[in-house]
């Protein structure tokens, strides 16, 4: 079964400042990874995901995110946030028939 | 923007009583999936469909069915509303699975008093 942890529920950080958002999974078999963002009273859409290949996955938005095997670990970045940037952030490991399991989520407070 | 719509958008009811949410997409793509956002939980799989008729449960089926009789439609339905089933539900498609992204409505917040 397929697990998503992350670690940090909220993340307060000052515009223009860079900024990490962490996950962790575990998984038994390969795994497809994917960060969502949530807007205040919105749906989910898709920032960026792994499928295979170049451990270093450009999104949208100026979003990266760098899938370590070694580490379980696929961790969202931005080198410079804006105040649009202030949502919640999930990571989740799709599962079986393509739906997914998701982390807690992590709640991004860019403040000015 | 992925054509999916939601019904009803929010809704109060009393415990005990039936409820049905609807989804509705227009991009003829095969696989549904409902699910539902609670504070610290983030989204859970309630039901998910991978075609006219074929369902199967989530992580968190207990106390929900769901119905899917044409490709654009995906019902959810709480038989007898509990309080622990006050949440946002969200639907969501994808034309393929494991891969491919997922699309999101915009989520029906229900109330259960």
């Known amino acids: 079964a397929q697990s998503v942890t992350q670690l940090d529920s909220q993340v307060p950080v000052f515009e223009e400042a860079p900024v990490e958002l962490r996950c962790n999974y575990s998984s038994s078999v390969s795994v497809y990874l994917f960060w969502y963002v949530q807007y205040p009273n919105q749906g989910l859409q898709l920032l960026l995901k792994y499928l295979s290949g170049s451990t270093l996955v450009k999104g949208i938005n100026g979003f990266e995110a760098e899938f370590n095997k070694s580490q379980t670990s696929f961790h969202l970045r931005k080198p410079s946030v804006h105040i649009s940037d202030t949502a919640e952030y999930f990571c989740?490991?799709?599962?079986?028939?393509?739906?997914?399991?998701f982390g807690s989520g992590t709640r991004l407070q860019v403040q000015p | 923007d992925a054509g999916i719509t939601q019904s009803p958008r929010h809704k109060v009811t009393e415990t005990g009583t039936p409820v049905t949410l609807r989804c509705h997409q227009t991009?003829?793509?095969?696989?549904m999936y409902w699910y539902r956002q609670d504070p610290g939980h983030g989204l859970r799989l309630i039901h998910y469909?991978?075609?006219?008729?074929?369902?199967d449960k989530g992580e968190v089926s207990d106390g929900y069915s769901v119905s899917r009789s044409k490709t654009e439609d995906f019902l959810l339905t709480l038989e007898s509303a509990t309080s622990s089933q006050t949440s946002v539900y969200f639907c969501?498609?994808?034309?393929?699975?494991?891969?491919?992204?997922?699309?999101f409505g915009p989520g029906t917040r229900l109330t259960v008093l």
């Open positions: 969501a498609i994808s034309e393929l699975a494991d891969t491919d992204t997922q699309y």
């Open positions: 989740a490991v799709s599962a079986l028939a393509g739906a997914l399991t």
């Open positions: 991009e003829n793509h095969r696989y």
């Open positions: 469909s991978y075609g006219v008729k074929d369902t």
